[in-house]
């Protein structure tokens, strides 16, 4: 079946510093969707991406799709403590469900 | 709206009872899911339903585990019997028209 790779697992940065998840695919997606989940809560959507090399920005946070729409990117810029949280990537696959990646937990310094 | 609502939010149960849990969708959304989500195995589909119908039950783990939606508006995840590594949160969520899906609140399931 259809997987979904993210990395890093863990990301631990100083406040004011960027991160960057990366999401990989050996298969084309038709779109990729973004969530973010703060500790003891569910999983939010943040964005959808459906267009080969797609970019979408929401204030510091800047969502790619890449050309060949095999992966994706999620950078924030100068993280903050509320980005606290785990990210997650996920794709549609043929059945029209959701796979999940496994997740990037973003930890910030203050 | 409301957005996606789970009860119980928080369960505390002995192994080898029956555990019911209750997802009521957002009005309008014909996709509802099921996952559950632990530290080892990350957050994983369980079963999904499509207008009441379901349409992938791969992901539920074992006959332990059974789901029904009745209606459009109401849907039960039964693990009977419970045990101990069913311990986990469990995740409803519904989809809009637009793919996006929206998670309720979870359930914390603890099976001693």
Redesign the interface.
Known sequence: GQQVMQIPQYQHVQEGEDFTTYCNSSTTLS?I?W?KQRPG?????LI?LVKSGEVKKQKRLTFQFGEAKKNSSLHITATQTTDVGTY?C?A?DS??????G??TRLLVRP | DAGVIQSPRHEVTEMGQEVTLRCKPISGHN?L?WYRQTMMR??E?LI?F?NNVP??DSGMPEDRFSAKMPNASFSTLKIQPSEPRDSAVY?C?SRSQ?????????TRLTVL
């Open positions: 779109n969707q969530y809560g569910h999983p939010v959507f959808q997650f996920a549609l059945s029209y469900k959701l796979i999940f496994s997740g | 996709s899911f990350g957050l589909l999904y499509n349409i992938d995740f969520a637009t793919g996006r899906q929206f998670f309720g609140p979870g």
